[in-house]
Nanobody, 124 residues
Framework: QVHVDESGGGLVQAGDSLRLSCAAS????????MGWFRQAPGKEREFVAT????????LYADSVKGRFTISRDNAKNTMSLQMNSLKPEDTAVYYC?????????????????WGQGTQVTVSS
């Protein structure tokens, strides 16, 4: 069983930056791809970014490409999402997810473990 915890959410203004962190415990961390998803009120959960277990491969949603950067530190069992140039439409609950497979995926059903989520609110 893998336990996942996110942190770093908050209230910021448009154009600001925020860094989300995810810590995972249990399992072989470096063997697992990880991802960030988000869900805005009244909308379905959507893919944000993913990174392979080795950190060699990343993938971003078009809506965040060039603004967000996903990274991981396998020595510390942590993953981060650096969010720059935030927009009001980035407002959502952000979820960290772990996939019991090294390869990346943009599909939520491919992930096995999820955190509770952290709220990000961007005011205009």
């Amino acid at each position: 069983q893998v336990h996942v915890d996110e942190s770093g959410g908050g209230l910021v203004q448009a154009g600001d930056s925020l860094r989300l962190s995810c810590a995972a415990s249990g399992g072989t961390f470096s063997s697992y791809a990880m991802g960030w998803f988000r869900q805005a009120p009244g909308k379905e959960r959507e893919f944000v970014a993913t990174i392979s277990g080795s950190a060699r491969t990343t993938l971003y949603a078009d809506s965040v490409k060039g603004r967000f950067t996903i990274s991981r530190d396998n020595a510390k069992n942590t993953m981060s999402l650096q969010m720059n140039s935030l927009k009001p439409e980035d407002t959502a609950v952000y979820y960290c997810a772990v996939r019991r497979y090294n390869g990346i995926s943009r599909y939520s059903h491919d992930y096995n473990y999820w955190g509770q989520g952290t709220q990000v609110t961007v005011s205009s």
